[in-house]
């Protein structure tokens, strides 16, 4: 049996579902109780477990809107930051977080240091921060991904000067290439940690105290993919999105075909976008976006527009009739007071959702007040509707398509997004995606299952891993962009693209071990490979690789694709 | 502040040859730079995909012999066609201004094409800027090529189209490749005066090279009025590059283009690929983007170690002042060619080929015309590096040409077509109609762009 509770931002969703039989149990729905996420998390569990062999539980994964909801209020404890820039763009582009301190030190894109670190300005600026009663510093240098003293050196002194402090660096928290969003993520990462840790660790220990003492823990990541609990600690930022990134997840196992297709969750007040290409999740390319800024977290790409099932249609004499983006309650059908998009589509096409009658019955009393017959009334916002979605999918497929290539074979061979089916999930799916499909000439996926897609999704998710490795055989290191792992390269061998394979699945099996991940070590790909001859003077002095290795989002080995 | 759009291209699956300068790590360490400064999350930059130029855009401004296919590979496609991005979003008013950073580069790349030519198989600028003409309709404008070696390229299709400004300032050609590009090498008899060169002697700093944008490019520029700037933008002046001799700093060509504000920038060469390029680069970007550049310098910028010399700043005056002269006599001087030529000019030269050992020789001639610039034919052969010779006779009708040019061009293509046989193709280059003909005499068929 598996578990998966996703919390969205109107209701929680739980599912239990039978791996052996590949169905699912039990499934339960409550609202969400954003100030109290823990018990809405909770209540949803002990509606799933009545009735179950605890010892038949095999994994429990979570996906939680905690930091989302600690994101977008700014409660928690702001830190300070201590950028280490050198030349380049002017500091004041640095400065986006209240906090900032600018000190002397500088590496180059080769990880050589080209300016020291002034100790004195630094103990300072520790000075400065603690007098501001600030307890956490998050510690960020240009390049300090292709070399990271500067950053631990600043670490070591804080340390030793305030040793209250919880310091975080950003070669740690966010190792790819963009000194930008690598502030923004160390900032997020060190803002949100604390408070993270602790709700994690309640429900680790509510959830243990339910008597499922051993049960692997799991939380779902924005990629798609799981971390073990513990593990996840460390990076609270990887939970946001993961709503999105559970319906995706979800899509695709329902469907359980690897093609190319649109995900659509319709739900109340939302319609939330996402791609799969060839069946696996497109990721946003400038990664997570936070507050209007870019991170370095990766996310499934999602849009989102204010458009669901509850929109209410409304009429104004000088606007006629139109869709409000802010929902009001349920649909008429569903004993709600204003006719909403769920009432024209059941209307329309005699879907028989909920009370139908009452759904006539209101939009009879619009139409005549807009001065329409009922099939321009319905016609017309479906029509906007329509519209709408299309414009969406348009934009979506076009963003993809125009993203930058930085190779010939990129450009010859042009991207073209065919989608090859929609697939539709949420409570409102039914009523607008078989039409939606039917206009863009694809067929639609409707699952029975459809509803709880997200809690499913994240059930049935796997772990993920990536990180992406340069190496540099001149200067004889290699770094990663996660955890500021890297190392020296074995002395007295010229390295081949095998090698620097070789070396970044040992790295891959050792990171995946640590985290609890080992079994799906094997199971990583190599994403990305580029080697570079270092030439001067004529002659080959070294090689630059630059590899990304990822374990892929998909499904744990307990599911078996395309079984439901 | 503007919004600026950006092209990054480095190519990174395509070389002249592994261990050629033009190769996959040129750019490797300035995508680490822009990248790692996240210049292109800001929101006054804009980052466009490549894609690929036509045949057709090519056919308009060479003669690829004996066709566009033998002479390029998809890399040329996509860094021609990066211009053209940038060239689209600027005309459309999408961006303020662009710069395409893209490789392999093209200001060597001369009219007609037999083989690589310092690194250039066909010419970005060139393409772009008749193809900004077909489809923006725009007719004047100016091309500053600020590569430290002469724009040899450029100036050879340009020169005889008074339309088209083209300055050049570069290391002196007796010191550098190619050899040309001096202060005597002024435009062809009816387009005199539209190309200017600025030879400077060795180890010119910053001080010098913005002495001679001031006092000569500058004002040059003014009078001339061009409705579009463009850099012909190398970054070989930069202190370190192995290529060449001169001084000039990263802050220097942000400074370059801060003053000159072209409309776009397309990258040309530039070989010092980690203590250049990345900073040169992020220089020119962040100009061109309005972005103030006083923290961005060289790890070894030391502002004292770049400051010009009594005698060059003199010698460079004798330049500013001579060359001033020599544009501003420009009417006068054409007029008086009109005069000394008649109705055509002609003229032999010599073209070497030095990527891959290839000796061209031409014959030029120009149709003087009272009404337009006048249609032009070359009649040139050259021994391929596959050791197979080829003569071919080209004719080419510029865009702004008179409908008595394109009708006596067009005949004269008809007559070469159905009598000379001397020739292995006759090319037609209709700029006019926006028609391009490549006959292979030999079977008689006929390659058409249209």
Request: negative net charge; proline residues 5%; hydrophobic residues 40%.
């Amino acid at each position: 049996m598996l578990i998966g509770i996703d919390v969205g931002g109107t209701f929680t969703d739980g599912v239990l579902f039978d791996n052996q039989q590949s169905r699912v149990v039990k499934t339960v729905k409550v609202p969400t109780r954003n100030e109290q996420l823990q018990s809405s998390l909770l209540a949803v569990l002990d509606a799933l477990l009545p009735g179950q062999e605890r010892g038949g539980i095999q994994r429990i994964v979570l996906s939680t809107t905690l930091v989302t909801n600690l994101l977008a209020t700014n409660t928690a404890e702001p830190p300070a930051l201590i950028l280490i820039p050198g030349p380049g763009l002017p500091f004041e582009y640095l400065l986006t977080f209240p906090h900032s301190y600018i000190v002397k030190g500088s590496i180059d894109f080769r990880g050589r240091e080209t300016e020291k670190l002034d100790r004195q300005e630094i103990e300072g600026v520790i000075e400065t921060i603690r007098a501001a009663g600030l307890h956490k510093i998050a510690v960020v240098g240009k390049f300090s991904n292709r070399n990271p003293q500067h950053e631990q050196s600043v670490r070591q002194i804080i340390m030793d000067k305030f040793p209250d402090a919880e310091v975080g660096i950003g070669s740690e928290l966010a190792g790819q290439l963009n000194f930008m969003r690598r502030i923004t993520t160390s900032y997020y990462a060190l803002m949100t940690r604390q408070r993270w840790t602790s709700f994690a660790l309640e429900i680790e220990k509510a959830i243990r105290e339910r008597g499922l003492d051993k049960v692997p823990l799991d939380i779902l990541k924005a990629d798609g993919g799981t971390m073990p609990l513990r593990n996840a600690l460390q990076y609270p930022c990887e939970t946001i999105l993961s709503g999105p990134a559970a319906s995706t997840m979800g899509a695709k196992a329902i469907t359980g075909q690897n093609t190319n297709a649109v995900v659509l969750d319709i739900g109340g007040t939302t319609t939330d976008i996402s791609l799969l290409l060839d069946g696996q999740p497109l990721y946003a390319s400038r990664g997570a976006c936070i507050n209007g800024k870019y991170t370095h977290i990766k996310a499934i790409s999602t849009r989102s527009l204010p458009l669901g099932g509850d929109s209410p249609v409304c009429f104004e004499p000088q606007k006629g009739v139109y869709i409000h983006p802010i929902r009001r309650g349920p649909a008429v059908c569903f004993g709600g007071e204003c006719p909403t998009v769920t009432d024209i589509f059941n209307c329309k096409y005699d879907l028989n959702i909920g009370d139908a009658g009452q759904s006539s019955q209101s939009l009879q009393r619009l139409q005549k007040e807009a001065g329409l017959t009922l099939p321009e009334l319905l016609e017309l916002v479906e029509h906007d509707v329509m519209q709408q979605l299309m414009e969406a999918l348009q934009n979506i497929f076009m963003e993809w398509e125009n993203e930058p290539a930085y190779r010939v074979w990129e450009v010859v061979h042009n991207r073209k997004f065919k989608v090859k089916r929609i697939i539709g999930i949420g409570a409102a799916a039914s009523a607008i995606v078989p039409m939606l499909a039917a206009m863009n000439k694809v067929n639609s996926f409707i699952h029975e299952l459809s509803p709880i897609a997200n809690a499913l999704g994240a059930a049935l998710a796997r772990p993920t891993l990536a990180f992406n490795m340069h190496i540099d055989t001149q200067k004889g290191s290699y770094f990663t962009d996660y955890d500021g792992v890297g190392g020296d390269l074995p002395r007295g061998q010229s390295m081949q693209m095998v090698d620097a394979h070789k070396l970044a699945r040992e790295v891959m099996q050792k990171l995946a071990e640590q985290r609890g991940l080992g079994e799906y070590a094997e199971e990583a790909e190599f994403v990305r490979e580029e080697q570079f001859n270092m030439i001067r003077e004529w002659d080959r002095i070294g090689k630059i690789f630059e590899l990304g290795m990822q374990i892929k989002p998909g499904f744990i080995k307990e599911f078996e694709e395309g079984s439901l | 502040m503007k919004n600026t759009g950006v092209i990054f291209f480095p190519a990174f699956d395509w070389a002249i040859s592994p261990t050629h300068p033009e190769r996959e790590e040129r750019l490797l360490y300035t995508r680490d730079q822009i990248f790692e400064e996240g210049i292109m999350d800001l929101p006054n930059i804009h980052e466009f995909k490549p894609r690929l130029a036509d045949k057709k855009d090519i056919a308009r401004v060479h003669f690829c012999v004996p066709n566009v296919e033998a002479q390029i590979t998809d890399a040329h496609l996509v860094s021609a066609g990066s211009a053209l991005v940038i060239a689209d979003a600027v005309l459309r008013g999408e961006v303020d201004n662009g710069f395409s950073i893209a490789r392999p580069p093209g200001h060597h790349a001369m009219t007609v094409a037999h083989g690589n030519r310092g690194f250039c198989n066909i010419n970005n600028e060139a393409i772009m800027i008749e193809y900004i003409r077909k489809q923006y309709g725009l007719r004047k404008i100016a091309v500053v090529d600020t590569d430290v070696h002469h724009g040899d390229g450029s100036q050879e299709i340009f020169y005889d189209d008074p339309d088209i400004l083209f300055i050049s300032f570069h290391q002196d050609g007796r010191t550098l490749y190619p050899g040309t590009g001096f202060v005597y090498e002024l435009g062809g008899p009816m387009a005199w005066g539209s190309t200017i060169n600025i030879p400077l002697p060795p180890q010119t700093t910053d001080e010098g090279i913005l002495r001679v944008l001031d006092k000569l490019v500058l004002p040059v520029l003014e009078e001339f009025a061009p409705e579009l700037i463009v850099n012909s933008a190398g970054q070989d002046n930069h202190y370190t590059d192995p290529l060449a001799n001169m001084r000039f700093t990263a802050r220097g060509y942000a400074e370059l283009n801060r003053r000159l504000a072209p409309d776009i920038a397309v990258l040309e060469g530039g070989y010092s690929v980690e203590t250049a390029l990345p900073y040169v680069n992020m220089a020119l970007l962040m100009a061109m983007a309005g972005i103030d550049y006083a923290n961005l310098h060289e790890p070894d910028y030391r502002p004292e170690a770049f400051k010009e010399s009594a005698k060059n700043l003199e010698y460079i005056e004798q330049i500013i002042s001579h060359q001033l002269f020599n544009f501003r006599s420009r009417q006068q001087k054409i007029e008086e060619n009109r005069k000394k030529y008649g109705h055509e000019y002609g003229e032999h030269q010599q073209i070497y080929y030095d990527t891959e050992g290839i000796s061209e020789d031409q014959a030029r001639r120009l149709r003087i015309c009272p009404a337009c610039p006048g249609w032009r034919r070359i009649d040139s052969s050259a021994r391929h590096r596959d050791g197979k010779t080829y003569h071919v006779f080209c004719i080419s009708i510029p865009t702004f040409a008179c409908p008595e040019c394109q009708k006596e061009a067009f005949n004269a293509y008809q007559d070469m077509a159905m009598y000379n046989h001397h020739y292995d193709y006759i090319y037609l280059q209709d700029r006019a109609k926006d028609r391009y003909i490549a006959l292979n005499v030999a079977n008689g068929r006929e390659e058409v762009y249209e």
